[in-house]
Each structure stands twice: as C-alpha cells, then as structure tokens.
C-alpha cells in the first residue's frame, strides 16, 4: 500500500527528529557546512593561489553578497506577490 504525500510527509518528519534526537546537529551538519564554504573558496581563488587567509576573507565576503542577493529576490517576490492580490 503506497503512502498519500501528508503520510510521506508525516514519516519524513518523525524520521528527522529521531535523527535529531539522537544526533548534535552541529555535528551532523558540518559537511554540509564545510561543502558550502568550498563552494564559495573556490569560486574567489578557483587556481588555489591565495593564502588561507585571504580565501577565507574573500570566501565570507562572496557567503554574504549570496545572502544579500537571495534576499533581495525573497523582496521582489513578496513586492510582486502583494501587487498581485492588490
């Protein structure tokens, strides 16, 4: 017997927080983290000519201008949306 999507939903859901109940979710998300990071490393010395520090300077600083940018798409979405049921 299959699952509707809301039991499929329901099971994921019970799975995440027995996962997280036995499990420091810092831990359990740090490769997640470091692969994120990595991304933004090799997208501001993609030859790996900078010094750590450097990187990592210019990694954190292109971490934020994403950020900046998902919000100002998150604006425009809510801005348009609102217009929308105007």
């Known amino acids: 017997m299959s ?9 994921a859901r019970a799975a995440a927080h027995a996962l997280h ?6 831990q359990h998300l740090q490769p997640a983290r470091e692969a994120f990071m990595a991304r933004f490393e090799k ?5 790996g000519k900078l010094n750590p520090e450097e990187r990592a300077r210019r ?4 971490r934020k201008s ?3 940018g998902l ?3 998150s604006a ?9 049921a105007a």
């Open 71 to 73: 919000s100002l798409k």
């Open 3 to 11: 699952l509707t999507p809301s039991e499929r939903s329901l099971r």
């Open 76 to 84: 425009k979405a809510r801005r348009a949306k609102k217009a929308g």
């Open 21 to 26: 109940a036995g499990t420091d979710s810092r």
């Open 59 to 62: 990694a954190e600083q292109a």
């Open 43 to 47: 997208q501001v010395d993609p030859e």
């Open 66 to 68: 994403y950020f900046v």
